[in-house]
């Protein structure tokens, strides 16, 4: 597979990820945990399917248990403190900082073997930010505390060091997610029980919403950004993450649950800039 196709695959994450706000509230009532541990379900299931239809479940049982520990980790410890951040301290400030995974990415891809980060990738993931900064700064919400910031950087962090990581272990097969996602469904499932009421989707439209999610956002997802970090530019699908917000609010206006802003215009314009940036700083990169 060569590295623009996989950074392709990779972006498919990105897109999928748009529709995760559109798709949760269309899943309203479910409490989060609940839903987790159901579109996990889903998602672990999909992948397993997958295995056993591409005659992979021996490649499944030579992964390194650590690695599944740390699979699991990334996953299950990113949500858990992404809606345990929100729980605490439900504001836009919250949002930007759990926000700032991409960035962390393209800075901690310098420390990759064989990666060069450039000023103009540094660059350009700042400048998507901003663009990022003006959608979720505009959001309403609570208030924010010391707290539930901390908890917002955890995941961000998290997730950045899962996404990077995961580039080390490019020998380790993508049905691995597989396992990742069945394991988080699990320990979701416990985090439900622990901490929330169950409630069920109530109309068709939300159990529609519920298995979307399973299958787009919160499974099919998992394994394309898998593919895309281990083998695709890791840089350039860093910068190109902050089109998710964007997209995502685009995804809401389509759909009549937000309006429609020159604020939207503005960022697309700063996200498309950044990437535009880092685009050209892999480009050269590979030219050298």
């Known amino acids: 597979m060569t590295r623009a196709r996989a950074t392709l695959i990779g972006f498919t994450a990105v897109l999928l990820w748009a529709l995760l706000a559109l798709f949760t509230i269309g899943s309203a009532p479910v409490p989060a945990f609940q839903l987790n541990a159901i579109c996990f379900a889903i998602g672990g299931g999909v992948g397993l399917i997958w295995t056993l239809a591409t ?35 439900p ?14 990415i393209v800075l901690l891809s ?12 540094v660059l350009g993931a700042l400048i998507a930010f901003g663009g990022a900064a ?15 910031l901390a908890l917002a950087f955890g995941c961000a962090v998290t997730w950045a060091v899962y996404s990077v990581a ?3 272990l490019g020998q380790v097969p993508t049905v691995a997610v ?13 985090s439900h029980a622990l901490l929330e009421e169950t409630r069920w989707p109530e109309t068709g439209l939300g159990w529609a919403a519920t298995l979307a999610l399973g299958v787009g956002p919160v499974g099919l997802a998992f394994f394309t950004w898998d593919i895309g970090m281990k083998k695709g530019d890791i840089q350039l699908l860093g910068v190109a993450s902050y089109a998710a ?20 215009l ?12 880092a685009a050209w700083a892999s480009a050269r990169k590979n030219q050298a």
Do not use: D
């Open 110 to 121: 310098g420390l990759l073997p064989g990666e060069r980060l450039s000023v103009a990738h």
């Open 134 to 148: 003006l959608i979720v700064l505009g959001r309403e919400g609570g208030e924010a505390n010391a707290l539930g």
């Open 245 to 264: 917000p964007l997209l995502s609010t685009l995804a809401l206006v389509l759909a009549g649950i937000a309006p429609p802003s020159l604020l939207l």
């Open 91 to 104: 504001s836009a400030e919250t949002g930007l900082i759990a926000y700032l995974w991409p960035l962390f």
């Open 166 to 168: 995961s580039r080390r």
């Open 55 to 89: 005659g992979q479940v021996a490649a499944l049982r030579r992964v390194p248990v650590q690695v599944y520990l740390f699979g699991t980790a990334g996953l299950f410890g990113y949500h858990f403190l992404y809606f345990t951040a929100f729980r605490i301290a």
């Open 178 to 190: 597989t396992v990742y996602c069945l394991a988080t469904a699990l320990l979701s499932l416990l």
């Open 266 to 277: 503005v960022a697309a314009l700063l996200i498309a800039g950044g990437a535009a940036l």
